[in-house]
């Protein structure tokens, strides 16, 4: 399925992220009255990198080579890595990286009959768009007409083909809670997801262990499933917390929850039955190595 976004331009490519090692140069002392060669800095370098990171073994051998034969090159190369890595991972913007979510208010309370008053009903096509206009148009036209309308709107779209919404809801049946990581500026933070009824909701995982099923939503989903038959399309919308996600954030989270949840994908597949049957087999740093694989298309 196409996603795209409103005021932003749609991400071109996920790519593939190369991990490096960190290095630090070392503090300039106030009291030496000398300039280092680049050879000696290399060593200095190195000798740091040996003590911080413990990774440094791995690519010792490598690394040694190239500070020998070239301390400038060496140098080069390690400066070039850290500015790589003080990159966006989601391209250019103008805010500041984003640090952690921070413990928000809960959800309103409550309803008499127990259920939450904004889930009461489910939400329908009908509320955002005339049906019967679009009754004689082809699939191709109504998704057309759906992602336009949605353009310089601060939401998500997507026009979703019927064989995959049907397989986004068989694995939502069996794995209806899943986590999610997003980068953030020094890491990364997990969203907890949840499908219900025709809304997939998001929250940070630090507010749901706070407040259980009362954590406010930084995302929702909703999946319109009023096309499906006649026109084998279900289509998507998405509205987000500001406050909490940018629009990449948001996209990141709704193309993973794709690529879980909408594509045959034996890995990805794999770790959300660890997730929901074998807790205790499930490792965090999996679903982060998973999107730091992710490429759109890919």
């Known amino acids: 399925m196409a996603l795209r976004l409103g005021k932003i331009k749609p991400l071109q490519q996920w790519c593939l992220r190369v991990c490096a090692l960190e290095y630090q140069l070392p503090a300039a002392a106030g009291f030496r009255t000398f300039k280092m060669t680049a050879r000696q800095r290399s060593e200095k370098v190195l000798e740091q990198m040996k003590e911080s990171n413990p990774y440094f073994e791995k690519y010792a ?3 040694a080579s190239v500070q020998k034969s070239s301390p400038e090159e060496f140098l080069a190369r390690l400066d070039s890595v850290k500015k790589e890595k003080s990159k966006s991972k989601f391209g250019p913007v103008d805010e500041q990286a984003r640090d952690y979510s921070g413990l928000l208010n809960p959800k309103a309370p409550l309803s008499a009959d127990g259920k939450p008053i904004e889930e009461k009903a ?3 096509l009908e509320d955002i768009m005339k049906v019967e206009l679009v009754a004689e148009k082809s699939a191709a036209e109504v998704g057309e007409i759906w992602l336009k309308y949605h353009q310089g709107k601060e939401a998500l779209s997507a026009a979703i083909p019927r064989e995959q919404y049907d397989l986004m809801i068989e694995r939502a049946r069996k794995y209806p809670i899943f ?9 990364y933070e997990f969203m907890l997801l949840q499908f219900f009824a ?3 909701h998001f929250t940070p995982l630090i507010n749901y262990q706070v407040h259980k099923e009362n954590a406010p939503e930084c995302l929702n989903l909703t999946l319109y499933t009023e096309l499906r038959g006649s026109h084998g399309l279900v289509l998507m919308r998405g509205e ?9 954030e948001a996209q990141c989270l709704a193309n993973q929850l794709q690529m879980y949840y909408s594509q045959q994908n034996k890995t990805k597949l794999a770790l959300l039955e660890k997730f929901t049957c074998s807790p205790d087999q499930f490792k965090h740093m999996d679903v982060i190595e998973e999107l730091n694989n992710l490429k759109i298309g890919g």
């Open 240 to 248: 987000y917390d500001s406050k909490v996600l940018n629009a990449q």
């Open 198 to 200: 025709n809304t997939v």
């Open 61 to 63: 051998k490598k690394i």
């Open 179 to 187: 986590i999610l990581p997003i980068p953030r500026s020094q890491g």
């Open 122 to 124: 489910q939400k329908k």
